[in-house]
């Protein structure tokens, strides 16, 4: 087989600067590692530096990559999704998702120099979801049929119901080795994201939004953003124990200006903050062990923290802070005013909690050109049960993933890596704001699993 040139790994990571990167819900909206090494220990890397995907978990660890290295992979994503809701408004549905089958691509590089304590990287790393629903059917006579978010009320929905959101974060990196043990890290933070929504007329008919004219079938709207991210590391105990710690602010991003009626915020849908602590540990001169605990802090953008429809006290579609039930507000319906509805600051969103990943994984080198791994990964789903209704279009269930995978070595310059990964199947039931004539409780269901396969290819230089 004949093996990629250095110059066409180079004229690969080129381009991948200016391709977009398309991923799905797994922690959340975030892919559980980046890059097929990391992914195959449970998505360790903080205090574990396999190769340059290094620079997406912790700029400081770059100083243990190497003098130059380039690494690329490749994951073929499946992630199974569907939902059920039985309601008064639109009957008993059944609905899987269109598009079950995603190639996603992860690229990094370290470049250093053995006279400087210094590292220069570059990492593309990107989040997201999406879903795509059948709606809109008639019957014989051409009538109406009531199916997932459409009611059959007064304006004839899209075809089809569902979101995408892309999000793509590329991150120039430097890091400074500080002492022969210790390294900081500083990375910028150039993100792109772009998102559509389609078939959501019904929320326009119902009054939900602000501004039903950019609320649904505006195309893909795009955004651009910028931050910043901060590293460290350290080896101890005759370097058998690394640690590190990794802190990404949340990232401001430009408004959706064409979803402004969807939004919390006019628009807003900022990258949320996160930070991150690891450990790994040399068992013996052949076994690692790593441990990291990530914390991604969802609830603090409004247009993914805002509580959606209440589905405790009917009529209450805007139970955000003062949008609620009050003497003076009876209902609930539309709030005090139009800042309480889809698009309002205290406009409806999913609802989400924050969320605290655990990540656990170990490689053995089973001889000189040859690596196998393994791994956990477990973050409870931020979607809590009674805000299962706008979920239907973000259904972010899954919690546990296992991971395995090995690292062939090719030659003294490049290896291959595989890796498979599978996310077990996770539902989540609860109420809705259309419950069932004369019933109470769930009435409502989101279900998702994931599978991937993984190929990296890495290069010294």
């Not at 995408?164 to 590329?170: G, P, R």
């Not at 196998?372 to 239907?392: E, H, W």
Request: proline letters at 5%; aromatic letters at 12%.
């Amino acid at each position: 087989m004949k093996l990629p040139t250095k110059h066409t790994l180079v004229l690969a990571f080129a381009l991948a600067l200016a391709s977009p990167v398309t991923v799905f819900a797994t922690n959340g909206m975030n892919m559980i590692g980046y890059g097929a090494k990391a992914t195959g220990m449970g998505g360790v890397g903080v205090a574990y530096p396999q190769d340059a995907m290094a620079v997406a978990y912790n700029p400081a660890s770059m100083t243990e990559v190497g003098q130059m290295r380039l690494d690329a992979t490749l994951e073929l994503f499946y992630p199974p999704r569907a939902v059920r809701h039985e309601s008064t408004v639109l009957g008993s549905t059944d609905a899987d998702s269109k598009d079950k089958l995603f190639p996603i691509p992860a690229i990094g590089a370290v470049m250093s120099d053995k006279y400087t304590p210094m590292a220069l990287g570059m990492a593309i790393i990107g989040a997201g979801l999406g879903t795509n629903y059948a709606q809109g059917a008639t019957d014989a006579s051409g009538n109406c049929v009531p199916n997932f978010f459409n009611p059959c009320l007064t304006t004839s929905p899209y075809k089809r119901v569902g979101v995408f959101l892309m999000q793509m974060q590329m991150l120039p990196s430097m890091a400074f080795r500080v002492s022969e043990t210790q390294s900081v890290g500083f990375s910028v933070v150039i993100a792109m994201q772009t998102f559509r929504a389609f078939g959501l007329e019904a929320f326009g008919d119902l009054g939900f939004s602000g501004d039903s004219t950019r609320l649904t079938n505006k195309g893909n709207d795009w955004s651009f953003g910028g931050g910043y991210r901060l590293g460290w590391f350290g080896k101890f105990f005759n370097q058998r124990l690394n640690l590190g710690v990794n802190y990404a602010p949340q990232v401001n991003m430009q408004k959706f200006n064409q979803y402004s009626g969807l939004f919390a915020g006019h628009g807003e849908f900022d990258i949320p903050e996160s930070y991150a602590g690891g450990l790994a540990f040399k068992i013996t001169p052949k076994t690692n062990v790593a441990f990291d605990i990530l914390r991604i802090n969802w609830s603090d953008v409004r247009s993914i923290g805002n509580l959606g429809p209440n589905a405790a006290t009917s009529g209450d579609m805007n139970p955000n802070g003062i949008c609620g039930v009050s003497a003076s507000n009876p209902t609930g319906n539309d709030g005090i005013s139009k800042s309480c509805d889809l698009g309002g600051d205290l406009g409806m969103g999913f609802g989400w909690h924050d969320q605290t990943v655990y990540k656990l994984g170990m490689d053995y080198r089973w001889s000189p050109t040859l690596t196998v791994r393994a791994g956990l990964n477990y973050g409870k789903s931020p979607i809590q049960k009674d805000q299962v209704l706008f979920n239907m279009l973000a259904p972010a269930t899954v919690e546990k993933h296992i991971t395995f995978g090995y690292t062939q070595t090719l030659d003294k310059d490049s290896d291959f890596t595989f890796t498979f990964m599978h996310a077990f199947k996770k539902t989540i039931k609860g109420p809705t704001v259309f419950p069932v004539s004369g019933t109470t409780g769930d009435n409502a269901v989101l279900t998702m699993a994931q599978t991937s396969l993984s190929f990296a290819y890495g290069l010294k230089f």
